[in-house]
């Protein structure tokens, strides 16, 4: 079946570390994106790539980093200049540009802090 | 600048009767609109969407919604709800002349009882 995996499903961070969530995607979807959920606030868009080798900030980007080595996957790194990074991650993809054609969605990885 | 508004953040209705999940909207240019719903603990789930052409849009599970322009509106509906439509609904929009990526509403939660 097609979709999206994203890994772990909980993760969780000490203090002064860096963690890394995995989202892949076999759709063969050229966009890929990172959104942070939180209670109440919707889904805040971290990064988005719509090409391979190519990604670009969303509204939330400071404390992330991300890379696009391949098509199908889009890891996102959580650094420990992210203050507060407990929250619901969701890894999206779509065709063409972002915003013209539905995202599908991963299941999540859910962040906490030890 | 484009913004997406969800005044309500929960809807309650009788499994039978109709239900409307309120969506506005404000864009420069022509609005792509969607809406998703989302599960306990699972990614977001598509479930229609308007670029151009009918204000009525079908979509999946018997939804529905409808473009307002003047009142700049996207309302969800369905005829008769089912217990098992209760969840997390997100109305998102795209401005095609200035966004680069879907803003999403902070989301309402729809609550039907049986």
């Known amino acids: 079946d097609g979709g999206i995996t994203q890994s772990p499903k909980y993760l969780f961070r000490k203090e002064g570390q860096n963690v890394t969530l995995s989202c892949e995607q076999n759709l063969n979807h050229d966009a890929m994106y990172w959104y942070r959920q939180d209670p109440g606030q919707g889904l805040r868009l971290i990064y988005y790539?719509?090409?391979?080798?190519?990604?670009q900030k969303g509204d939330i980007a400071e404390g992330y980093s991300v890379s696009r080595e391949k098509k199908e996957s889009f890891p996102l790194t959580v650094t420990s200049a992210q203050k507060n990074p407990t929250a619901f991650y969701l890894c999206?993809?779509?065709?063409?540009?972002?915003?013209?054609?539905?995202?599908?969605f991963g299941d999540g990885t859910r962040l906490s802090i030890l | 600048a484009q913004s997406v508004a969800q005044p309500e953040d929960q809807v309650n209705v009788a499994e039978g009767n109709p239900l409307t999940v309120k969506c506005t909207y404000s864009v420069s240019g022509n609005p792509y609109l969607f809406w998703y719903v989302q599960y306990p603990n699972r990614g977001l789930q598509f479930l229609l969407k308007?670029?151009?052409?009918?204000?009525l849009v079908k979509g999946s599970y018997g939804f529905e919604a409808e473009f307002n322009k003047s009142q700049t509106s996207f309302h969800l509906k369905k005829p008769s709800a089912l217990v098992s439509d209760s969840a997390l609904y997100f109305c998102?929009?795209?401005?095609?002349?200035?966004?680069?990526?879907?803003?999403f509403g902070k989301g309402t939660t729809l609550s039907v009882s049986s």
């Open positions: 790539s719509q090409i391979v080798n190519d990604f």
């Open positions: 308007y670029i151009t052409g009918d204000n």
């Open positions: 998102a929009v795209r401005d095609d002349q200035a966004g680069t990526a879907l803003i």
């Open positions: 999206a993809s779509s065709w063409g540009a972002p915003g013209n054609q539905p995202q599908h």
